[in-house]
T-cell receptor
Framework: SQQGEEDPQALSIQEGENATMNCSYKTSINNLQWYRQNSGRGLVHLILIRSNEREKHSGRLRVTLDTSKKSSSLLITASRAADTASYFCATAPPGGGNKLTFGTGTQLKVEL | EAGVAQSPRYKIIEKRQSVAFWCNPISGHATLYWYQQILGQGPKLLIQFQNNGVVDDSQLPKDRFSAERLKGVDSTLKIQPAKLEDSAVYLC?????????????FGEGSWLTVV
């Protein structure tokens, strides 16, 4: 079963704009991770935020986590055509080891 | 560092036939995962190994799916007999350890079409 749901399902922006995608989940978590998947390829880990953290940055990526609302957002600043991909959030349960449950994904298209 | 290797990349079989996928994780990674990703959905964990032992196989359809990691290194996922709904990408992944927060590295996937 899917733990998270991403919103929007699809997003199309112009190069240089910022892209924001949201993830909602249902149960308690140890951490939440974001992954990128280029068409026809495997997933690539982007960033991890722990349940006691509220915000994290990595390069052009900014992730926020609101455990009271069971939601997270991923912001990609100054987007590039190479950012075109599907983005998935994944949650790890408390005490559950590294068993990730993935959301449904957001398809991002960055146009020149 | 070599990534997670999977083969074959693509496979087309008829329903009720069998298929096997192979995975070689990153060297030194104790934990290996098999995920199923149906088109348009996020990956779903099928089975998780720690060395050669099964940590979690709660979502593995055991009547038709089996997986093994006999020597604690590479792994094979088998489907027999295949159904149309098994058409998906089968992603193998690995991490250093099964503790939460260890980065999981994915292979490119094995694409299965059942006709």
């Amino acid at each position: 079963s899917q733990q998270g749901e991403e919103d929007p399902q699809a997003l199309s922006i112009q190069e240089g704009e910022n892209a924001t995608m949201n993830c909602s989940y249902k149960t308690s978590i140890n951490n939440l991770q974001w992954y990128r998947q280029n068409s026809g390829r495997g997933l690539v880990h982007l960033i991890l935020i722990r349940s006691n953290e509220r915000e994290k940055h990595s390069g052009r990526l900014r992730v926020t986590l609101d455990t009271s609302k069971k939601s997270s957002s991923l912001l990609i600043t100054a987007s590039r055509a190479a950012d075109t991909a599907s983005y998935f959030c994944a949650t790890a349960p408390p005490g559950g080891g590294n068993k990730l449950t993935f959301g449904t994904g957001t398809q991002l298209k960055v146009e020149l | 560092e070599a990534g997670v290797a999977q083969s074959p990349r693509y496979k087309i079989i008829e329903k009720r036939q069998s298929v096997a996928f192979w995975c070689n994780p990153i060297s030194g990674h104790a934990t290996l995962y098999w995920y199923q990703q149906i088109l348009g959905q996020g990956p779903k964990l099928l089975i998780q190994f720690q060395n050669n032992g099964v940590v979690d196989d709660s979502q593995l359809p055991k009547d038709r799916f089996s997986a093994e990691r006999l020597k604690g290194v590479d792994s094979t996922l088998k489907i027999q007999p295949a159904k149309l709904e098994d058409s998906a990408v089968y992603l193998c992944a690995s991490s250093r350890d099964w503790a939460s927060g260890n980065t999981i590295y994915f292979g490119e996937g094995s694409w299965l079409t059942v006709v």
